[in-house]
């Protein structure tokens, strides 16, 4: 069969060098990176994408996956030369992390309030508010 075993399609062959991200400044266009990211999809791409576009300083953002078969997440971004395309990397992905942190932060206190509720009524099984049948 020609699929690859599964695993390399998501972890690194760090034997070989494979660097989760690299970057190749585009000659077509000033302050225009290329970014390659291994072992990813559209996932990643589209989130990273999207973000890049919001960015005060980024005057075009865009991604493509290659092939399917191919876990690999080419992006480029081009900005307007108040600072570097992987400044605006940086300082996307930091800002990604915070959001995510605190949705986890957000969705575990809902998560315990809605335990602690549950709780509550499984101590009283008729339903009742005086706990009497």
Not at 37 to 65: C, R, S, W
Not at 69 to 90: A, K
Request: hydrophobic share 40%.
């Amino acid at each position: 069969m020609n699929a690859p075993d599964r695993f390399e399609l998501f972890l690194l062959n760090e034997a070989n060098g494979e660097k989760k991200i690299t970057e190749k400044a585009f000659v077509g266009m000033p302050n225009t990176s290329d970014f390659t990211i291994l072992k990813e999809d559209h996932t990643v791409g589209n989130l990273l994408a999207e973000h890049f576009k919001q960015h005060p300083h980024v005057m075009m953002a865009g991604y493509k996956v290659a092939h399917p078969n191919v876990p690999e997440v080419l992006i480029r971004l081009q900005t307007d030369g108040t600072i570097t395309p992987r400044e605006v990397f940086v300082d996307v992905c930091k800002q990604l992390i915070a959001s995510l942190a605190q949705l986890a932060q957000n969705f575990t206190r809902e998560y315990e309030l809605r335990r602690m509720a549950t709780a509550g009524d499984n101590d009283n099984p008729s339903g009742n508010a005086n706990g009497k049948p």
